[in-house]
Nanobody, 126 residues
Framework: QVQLVESGGGSVQAGGSLRLSCVAS????????MGWFRQAPGKDREFIAT????????YYADFLKGRFTISRDNAKNTVYLQMDSLSPEDTAVYYC???????????????????WGQGTQVTVSS
């Protein structure tokens, strides 16, 4: 059974940082792109960042303005999201996701992901 398990969420004050982790089990995704999305209350799920299988290329949502960094450690089957300069607008449940096949090099669209974690809550106070 394939599982993606996120951790590292929590409560932080504006301007602070958090590092999210997503550990995959049940299969490896070393040659697959992976991504992070988030969903705030009352809003649609939105793309945050994606990273290619080897980790050499990363793509981000424009609104992040360089505050977040996605990375991966394929030896640990883990993807990370370093979040800096957090603001209350970043409050959301954060999800990692992986595709079922290698077909694409990367994707910013939720429809191209098949496996999803349960999410980890990030709350930023002002």
């Amino acid at each position: 059974q394939v599982q993606l398990v996120e951790s590292g969420g929590g409560s932080v004050q504006a301007g602070g940082s958090l590092r999210l982790s997503c550990v995959a089990s049940g299969r490896t995704f070393t040659t697959h792109y992976m991504g992070w999305f988030r969903q705030a209350p009352g809003k649609d799920r939105e793309f945050i960042a994606t990273i290619t299988g080897g980790g050499s290329n990363q793509y981000y949502a424009d609104f992040l303005k360089g505050r977040f960094t996605i990375s991966r450690d394929n030896a640990k089957n883990t993807v990370y999201l370093q979040m800096d300069s957090l603001s209350p607008e970043d409050t959301a449940v954060y999800y990692c996701a992986a595709p079922r096949t290698e077909g694409l090099y990367y994707s910013q669209q939720a429809k191209d992901y098949y496996y999803w974690g349960q999410g980890t809550q990030v709350t930023v106070s002002s």
